[in-house]
């Protein structure tokens, strides 16, 4: 029988900070488990895609087609047509990649991203809500362009690039301990937020996004995520910008306060992906 999520606990411990990197030679550590809400917060947690989501464009794949040959291509063809995981995938795209860490990041933040989110952050943090960034992408980037918004603070469950002797090499802190599909495992993340009390709220836009819209309790999708949710059955809510799941997340507030038991209700749905799916040690999806 496949378990259900919410009867399973997160797989694994981290126990390292996760500050950034002080030089591109040293690795950003896992980010911790997260910690219960406390009295008077509201139990729920908003964990946001960055490429594609916070970051309008998809930066890695803008990065990939400035300073990457071409034959990555297939790859990120196969990844696309969920052939491929994004763990192999990313370890190519860094193997034959020649640029240096600061003409890369140059180009990464000069990428539009939505306003929108400060706002988005503020109200949650207001509330007691958890806000995280949780992204299956390069990473490096993503704590320099939150800072630009304003938000640089925000908890970012992401992957990471060293550059050792000046090349690049990816490294996961924050993926499964078991399953390699993925470089950043979403899912553990909101399972993580799920066995600490919370509801879960996902928002996001692409294909990476469905190991995380599989678990969560509400989902804002667009792009090709929206697909994904409906061919698997998922409700979700369509967004276009930050604004429109800052509205929703107003009017969640105002009932919470008025009644905390007012929350978003709890989904419970078998597993969708990882070892109890498809077995220990893979590194493409069935």
């Not at 491929?84 to 240096?100: D, F, I, K, P």
């Not at 980037?141 to 090349?167: A, C, K």
Request: with cysteine; glycine share 10%.
């Amino acid at each position: 029988m496949t378990a259900d999520v919410s009867e399973v606990p997160p797989d694994g411990e981290a126990d390292a900070s996760a500050a950034p990197p002080t030089d591109p030679d040293r690795a950003t550590a896992a980010v911790p488990d997260p910690e219960p809400p406390r009295p008077g917060e509201l139990p729920l947690a908003v964990l946001v895609d960055y490429d594609g989501t916070i970051a309008t464009t998809d930066v890695g794949d803008v990065l990939m087609a400035a300073f990457i040959p071409g034959a990555w291509e297939a790859a990120a063809a196969a990844y696309d047509a969920g052939r491929a995981g994004s763990r192999s995938l990313m370890t190519l795209e860094m193997a034959v990649c020649r640029a240096g860490r600061e003409e890369m990041l140059e180009l990464a933040l000069r990428q539009p991203h939505d306003p929108t989110f400060a706002a988005l952050v503020a109200r949650a943090r207001a509330a007691g809500a958890a806000v995280e960034v949780v992204s299956d992408g390069f990473g490096f980037y993503v704590r320099p362009n939150l800072e630009r918004l304003g938000v640089g603070d925000v908890t970012i469950v992401t992957n990471d690039v060293v550059w050792r002797s000046g090349r690049p090499e990816m490294v996961f802190p924050n993926g499964h301990p078991a399953c390699f599909v993925c470089g950043t495992c979403k899912r553990r993340r909101v399972l993580a937020h799920k066995a600490v009390g919370r509801r879960v709220v996902f928002v996001g836009d692409g294909h990476s996004d469905r190991y995380a819209a599989g678990y969560a309790d509400v989902v804002f999708a667009k792009g090709s995520l929206v697909g994904l949710c409906e061919a698997n059955g998922w409700a979700y809510r369509p967004w276009a910008t930050f604004r429109d799941v800052d509205t929703w997340l107003a009017g969640v507030v105002d009932a919470w306060r008025r009644d905390p038991a007012a929350l978003p209700a709890p989904v419970r749905r078998p597993y969708y992906c990882g070892p109890e799916v498809w077995g220990p040690g893979r590194t493409d999806p069935p």
